[in-house]
């Protein structure tokens, strides 16, 4: 520690154990409460614990889905039936529905 004056050495020298660990301790709560002062601002615990209660939520109705209806999600997921666009002009939207009316969805 040469780079330090003379009256800094032996100021840093003098000191009891005690005052370097005091000297980290006081940024480490400072750091601490600044943390939860910013959470509790930001409500972070609140979201927090809205998301482990939908997870919760989320983890029975699986259990749920996998216990009895595994055989109608297959089906579903087997069907898959997606929706097309058509464009329909004016004259076609008087004529009504017609009997090619299979047109809107197809199986994929």
């Known amino acids: 520690m040469e780079f330090l004056p003379q009256s800094v050495q032996e100021l840093i020298q003098n000191q009891p154990t005690w ?3 005091l000297i980290l301790i006081i940024p480490f709560c400072m750091a601490l409460s600044f943390r939860e002062l ?3 601002f930001w409500k972070v ?3 927090v ?3 482990e209660r939908i997870d919760k939520s989320l983890q029975k109705l699986e259990g749920v889905l996998s216990a009895g209806q ?3 999600v297959t ?3 087997q069907a898959s039936v997606v929706p097309t666009a058509k464009t329909v002009n004016a ?4 004529q009504g529905p017609t009997s090619a ?3 809107d969805f197809k199986l994929e």
């Open 45 to 47: 615990n609140k979201v």
């Open 75 to 77: 089906q579903v997921e």
């Open 91 to 94: 004259e076609e939207s008087r």
């Open 38 to 40: 910013m959470c509790w």
């Open 49 to 51: 614990g809205k998301l």
């Open 19 to 21: 005052v370097y660990i």
């Open 70 to 72: 595994e055989e109608t």
């Open 101 to 103: 009316g299979n047109e």
